[in-house]
Each structure stands twice: as C-alpha cells, then as structure tokens.
C-alpha cells in the first residue's frame, strides 16, 4: 500500500492536522465553557420562570392586581437576589442565591421538582443558608458550617451564613432569608413569576405587550441576548485565532502536496508506463491524501475530546468541569477539512498531468 511505502509523510500530514485540529477544538470548547458560565448559572432556572423587575423603586398595587388576576401567571414570588461561588476555570463560575420569604420556599423548589434532603429551610430571619446538593458536594461543605465573605475573602457571598439544609434536584441555587436580606440591605425587590405549565412564553408575552406595566421583564431571551453581546467581542478574537491556524494549516499542506508529488514522480511515472491511466493514478492519489487528511481530523477531534476529559479528573477532580465538543467545533472543523481536501485535489489534479510523467520517463 502507497501509505506504508511513505510512513513519513503519512505521519507528517495526519500528525499536523490532528495537533491544529485539536487546537481549534479546545480553544473553543474552553472558550465557549468560559463565557456560557453565566448561563449555566441561569439557563435552567428561566426555563421555568421569568423576572418582574421594577423600573421604579417599587411594583404599583395595580401591577401587582392585574399579575395576579392573569390566569397563566400560577405565582409571583417577592426575591433579593445575590450570588455564590462554584469552582470552575479561572474561578469564574457562580451559582444565584435568592432571598425568599419562608412561605415561599417551598413552593419555589417545589416548581423544579426538587426537595429538602437534608436539614431545614433558613428560618425567619436568621442567618442560614440551604443549598443545592451539587454546590455542597462541589465545595466539600455539610450541614453546620459557615460561609460567606466573613470568613472567606474570595467568596461572593456577602457576610457569614450556616448551612441548615441541602436541596436535591435538577436546580443550583441558594436560599437565604428574605426578611434578613432586607434588614441588612434594604433595597427594592423584584418578582419571581411562574407560569402555568407550558405557558411560559405566552405569559412573558403577555407582561412585555402591556405597555402600562411600568417593569422589566428579564426572560431567557433576553438573558441570551445580553451575554451574546457581552462575549461579542471575545468570540471574534477566537474566530480570528482559529482563521490565523485554518490559513498558516492550509498553506502547509499546500507545500506538502507539491513535495508529495515531486518525491513520489518516479513511482507515478513507473505506474504510467505499465499502462495504468493518469486518470486512475490522480484519483488513487486523491483518495489517498483525502483519507490520511480525514483521518487526521477524526484523530484531533478524539485526541481534544481525551484532553478534556483528562482535564476534568486531574484539575477539577469534583466533576465541577464539564466543558464538552459541541455542535460549533464540528461546525468550525467541517468546512476545514473539507476546504484542504479541495485545494489537495486542485493541486494533484494541476501538477499530475502527462508532461511532467514523460519527463520523469526520459529522466529530465
């Protein structure tokens, strides 16, 4: 077989391509990890519901009267809301915790199907915190120990709370004390409102077209909204990187396929002259550089997605890291290997032609 008689450059072409292949698939599956830390924060929580908040100081009665009366609105919930922290790379990741009057606890993780495991809800006022089985077991934390910026310079979390409870569920959050959160800051608060099943979009239509509702309604929509315009810029700085290493790729497997050809004159001339057409020998040719090219590709793809896996269980040993290759890297490495095939084929089919066999024939 022609790729065992050329190992070397066998090995050259499948090795260049799976190291910039791996490349732009981690540097963009980081990336994108990095910049959607937010929407994991969020994502799951206005899938279910959507936020009131006031443009002036506080809701009107008359808001409230007709939110209430708008039957695909099931609940509002009064909510403070600040945050906590979750490992994660460069120690960006966070999780909401929400100030929630004690009647409303219940029902607020009730509408994610989720339970108390363990422990109690914050009383009343006090100083405790519940929180979800995922920041526990992500931190090392249990039941009667402290957190918060008190006694940690590096937590997000204003002041010094004791766990009372862990929440088991498809939810990562915490649950303070609205009635102490508003002791020690009074500030304006804003609604948590749930819709009836399966209404949520029409519910948030139907608050955003009434426009004598003087709010801000802030739905998942808008949400994605924001932080696309937030990550803008960065997004076209890794799009740059990975054009710089698409054209300095390209352009190697250009000089390549000509030093391909030149190396392998003799054998192209000596299969010509044993009556095999230059048709069959240029897509023998294509076939196999498109092959160790393919190949190549699927090894980077493999060779990034074991990187971060190992990532994963040497660096964030908790499992808090679960940065994955996703439907962009295909989309961003597709059209590369597809582009180098093509301009491997314009090349073998330009500089593979009678002329140059002939010459190599009659040794010129």
């Not at 422990?119 to 249990?142: C, H, T, Y």
């Not at 030093?259 to 023998?284: C, H, V, W």
């Amino acid at each position: 077989m022609a790729i065992r008689r050329n190992k070397i450059s066998s090995y050259f072409i499948v090795s260049l391509i799976c190291i910039v292949i791996s490349l732009i698939v981690l540097v963009s599956s980081l990336t994108r990890y990095i910049s959607e830390s937010e929407l994991r924060a969020w994502g799951n929580l206005l899938d279910n519901f959507s936020i009131i908040q006031p443009k002036a100081n506080i809701l009107s009665s008359s808001i409230l009267d007709k939110l209430e009366n708008y039957s695909i609105i099931e609940r509002y919930i009064p909510f403070n809301d600040t945050i906590i922290k979750m490992p994660g790379i460069l120690n960006s990741e966070y999780r909401p915790v929400f100030a929630l009057k004690i009647e409303d606890i219940e029902d607020f993780i009730s509408f994610f199907h989720a339970e108390l495991l363990e422990g109690e809800f914050p009383k009343k006022g006090s100083r405790e915190i519940a929180l979800s089985k995922d920041i526990v077991e992500a931190r090392n934390l249990k039941i009667g120990d402290y957190i918060g910026k008190a006694i940690d310079e590096d937590e997000f979390l204003w002041g010094r709370f004791k766990i009372s409870g862990i929440i088991d569920g498809k939810i990562s959050v915490g649950l303070i004390s609205f009635e102490y959160w508003q002791r020690r800051s009074p500030q304006p608060f804003s609604y948590i409102a749930f819709p009836v099943k399966g209404k949520l979009k029409e519910m948030n239509r139907y608050i955003i077209n009434k426009s004598n509702f003087n709010i801000k309604l802030e739905t998942k929509t808008s949400f994605i909204k924001r932080y696309r315009e937030k990550y803008r810029n960065l997004n076209k700085l890794i799009l740059i990187i990975i054009v710089i290493l698409t054209v300095s790729l390209i352009l190697i497997i250009i000089l390549f396929v000509f030093l391909f050809l030149k190396n392998r004159a003799k054998e192209f001339a000596l299969f010509y002259s044993k009556g095999i057409k230059l048709s069959r020998i240029i897509l023998y040719t294509i076939k196999e550089i498109s092959m160790l090219m393919i190949i190549g590709w699927l090894l980077g793809v493999c060779f990034s997605q074991i990187i971060l896996y190992l990532i994963k269980i040497v660096v964030f040993k908790k499992g808090v890291f679960l940065a994955s290759i996703g439907s962009r890297e295909f989309l961003l490495t597709l059209p590369i290997i597809f582009s180098l095939i093509i301009i491997s084929i314009l090349v073998i089919v330009k500089n593979l032609n009678i002329n140059n066999i002939l010459k190599e024939i009659i040794g010129e």
